[in-house]
């Protein structure tokens, strides 16, 4: 699923209040951070994951494999706050605005 950027604002306009739910401790991006990433985006949708005190060439690939692994799309980011999405498969939550032809971004 690629955003547009109509889309892409919006969901920053959602995140704005959200506190991160998921934090990569000392160990980084272990099994279990995933399975809890996973987790809080079928049950969220929308979420902001903190990636601390990595330099930021780390922070982009750990944010990439995050992205990649769990099928979400990266939103923004913020420092070391990742946005991301993933609609739920069944029933989503949150309505994105209609992607036309002009608005791909």
Request: proline fraction near 6%; aromatic fraction near 2%; charged fraction near 25%.
């Amino acid at each position: 699923m690629k955003l547009t950027t109509k889309q892409k604002q919006f969901l920053r306009g959602e995140a704005h209040h959200l506190n991160p739910v998921v934090l990569l401790g000392q160990h980084g991006l272990t099994d279990a951070v995933m399975a809890e990433i996973d987790l809080a985006l079928t049950t969220h949708e929308l979420i902001k994951v903190r990636v601390p005190g990595q330099d930021r060439e780390d922070k982009k690939a750990i944010i990439e494999q995050i992205s990649e692994t769990t099928g979400a799309e990266l939103v923004q980011t913020v420092g070391h706050i990742a946005v991301l999405y993933r609609p739920h498969p069944e029933e989503p939550r949150l309505v994105l605005p209609k992607a036309t032809k002009n608005s791909a971004g």
